[in-house]
Each structure stands twice: as structure tokens, then as C-alpha cells.
């Protein structure tokens, strides 16, 4: 059997832990005899098997593949402990459907925050927090552009950073601005999402320590055709929401240097079963 979950991109400025959207990187996982082509072996402390036996899986997987690049902000380990316990469940007879609640569930236990699993599961736009996950589909016509950079950015080390407490006007504006991207993507109206990516509780702190990633999305935001834009995750990767047929356009004028500048698909689909 083969699985596959999608990366995401987390936070989307202000929803910090709580909001994120699934991106057509595919993490997948084999648990067959022989290596299928371009796989790699999957050590017993990788995620993916971390998260397969977490679920009560037997039999370890065996083989994994990614186009996701680690400790970039596109929701590697998320991924493959989605797709580790989404195999578990199926394996064990879950529907898909549970099999996927199954897998938020026990990949959030394992990292620690939710949002990144419950993209990764479900797909689409999701909002995570109370333990539960509420999924919208965006509306069509609109990709991602993402900048990632060629050096990585520890989780843990970005956590750390952070301020252990945040005043209330920060954390009203920051309550206000989520919530205009969930009313943004339920109606449709994507033009308030500008609005929507002033962030007070993570962004700033993040950025300071990577100015690469700073001047990409402040030229970014300085876009006409950018609907959106924010630090992916911890970072190091700026991701930019933008109406699909401008996306080229825009990706063609961030500056790599020496990174790597996507235009990615939403994943609609979150974990599924390939083979």
C-alpha cells in the first residue's frame, strides 16, 4: 500500500497554530516489499514511522518519498506523521475518512501544534484549535507562490524566541485579522485577505532573525497581484496567495537568490490512498 499527504503552509500571519492551508507537495509512504522508484529506506526514527506505530500500526513502512523540503516551513514533519498514521488506520480497516481524524489526532499529539496535520489530513483551508478542525475549500482560481530558501530554520529554536505573553490590543488585532480570513475564504471575498495578514505575535520576532525572508515577503506585500502573504510556518519560506494565472508573473519576480521560488496548487484532497 501507498499513502500520500500533502505539505501546507502554516499560520497565514495572524492565525498563529490555528490556520493553514495544504499545498500540492506530496509526502508518501510505502509499506511494500520492494522500493518503488525514487524512494528512500524509512529509518525506524522517522517520522512517518514515529507516527505509523504512534497509531498502532504494524509492520513498519518501509519507504518514503518528498518533494518537501525539511525544516523549511512547508510542513514536512506534519506531513509524514499525517501520512505514518493515516497508513496505520487504513491498515487497520478505518474508512478514510476516520482514518484521516485519526491521523490529526496522533500527529498532533506528536507535534506538539495542530494546524499542519489538519491541513495535511483534510486538505484545503483548515482551522484547528479546541481539538477540533473545520476544513473550507478556497475559492478556484488561485495558487501559491512560495520563496524557500537554501538554509533551514529549527522549529523549536523559532518557538523559543517568541514572547511568553502578548498584550491584549496585539492579541484583539490578531483575533480580528484571523477571523477576516475565515470570513475571506467562506464568502469568497479574497480581497480582504490584505487586511487579514498583519500579524502581532510571531511574524516580526521570526523575521528579525532572517532578513532574506523579510525583503521577499515585503516585496511580496508591495504587489498589486498578491492577495496575501506571510512567513510559512517558522519559516524560512514566504508564501503568497495570488489569482492563478498571475501566479507565474508574480514568482518570476521574487528574487531567489540562490532559493527556490514555487508556484504551487492548493491540495483539495489531504491524505489519501495511491496504491
Excluded: Y
Amino acid at each position: 500500500m501507498i499513502v500520500s499527504a500533502p505539505g501546507s503552509s502554516a499560520n497565514l500571519g495572524p492565525g498563529f497554530d490555528c490556520l493553514a492551508i495544504a499545498v500540492a507537495l506530496p509526502f508518501r509512504l510505502a509499506a511494500t516489499d520492494r522500493a518503488p522508484e525514487g524512494f528512500h529506506p524509512a529509518e525506524s526514527t522517522h517520522p512517518a514511522v514515529v507516527a505509523h506505530a504512534a497509531a498502532g500500526g504494524t509492520g513498519a513502512p518501509r519507504w518514503w518519498h518528498s518533494p518537501i523540503p525539511p525544516g523549511r516551513g512547508l510542513g514536512f514533519s506534519g506531513a509524514a506523521r499525517v501520512a505514518g498514521a493515516f497508513l496505520a488506520r487504513v491498515q487497520a480497516g478505518d474508512a478514510p475518512d476516520v482514518a484521516r481524524s485519526r491521523a490529526v489526532r496522533v500527529a498532533t499529539d506528536l507535534e506538539g501544534h495542530a494546524e499542519n496535520a489538519a491541513a495535511s489530513a483534510h486538505g484545503g483551508f483548515v482551522v484547528a484549535t479546541g481539538g477540533g478542525v473545520v476544513r473550507l475549500d478556497l475559492p478556484p482560481g488561485v495558487d501559491l507562490v512560495v520563496w524557500s530558501p537554501p538554509s533551514s530554520t529549527s522549529t523549536d529554536v523559532s518557538r523559543r524566541a517568541l514572547p511568553a505573553r502578548v498584550s491584549l490590543e496585539d492579541a484583539v488585532a490578531n483575533v480580528g485579522a484571523a477571523a477576516t480570513w475565515v470570513a475571506a475564504v467562506a464568502t469568497g471575498g479574497l480581497g480582504r485577505l490584505r487586511e487579514a495578514c498583519v500579524d502581532r505575535i510571531h511574524q516580526d520576532v521570526r523575521l528579525a532573525a532572517r532578513p532574506d525572508a523579510a525583503a521577499v515577503l515585503d516585496g511580496l506585500l508591495g504587489r498589486d497581484e498578491v492577495l496575501a502573504a506571510w512567513l510559512s510556518g517558522s519559516g524560512p519560506s514566504v508564501a503568497a496567495l495570488v489569482d492563478a494565472d498571475l501566479a507565474p508573473v508574480v514568482a518570476a519576480a521574487v528574487p531567489a537568490d540562490g532559493g527556490t521560488v514555487r508556484v504551487l496548487e492548493v491540495d483539495p484532497a489531504g491524505a489519501s490512498i495511491l496504491d
